[in-house]
């Protein structure tokens, strides 16, 4: 299992932080999405071998959100 953090920007409200963690949490091996929302980040927990951070990326911003790089 391996961890990583995106940095998401848009992200303001509640609304924001469910959407973001449900997008990442459907794809399958991810384990947990973790949003900070102050910090604008989202900690993710995943098999490598079943999930990229490119998808992880892809499914955030198909919700509306910008990952940063």
Do not use: I, W
Not at 11 to 35: D, K, S
Not at 38 to 64: I, L, P
């Amino acid at each position: 299992m391996k961890e990583t953090t995106l940095k998401v920007t848009g992200m303001t409200c509640n609304h924001c932080v469910q959407a973001v963690e449900g997008a990442l949490t459907e794809l399958p091996g991810v384990e947990r999405a973790l949003v900070d929302l102050k910090a604008n980040t989202v900690a993710v927990q995943y098999d490598d071998a079943a999930v990229t951070v490119a998808q992880m990326t892809k499914a955030v911003e198909d919700q509306g959100y910008d990952v940063e790089a």
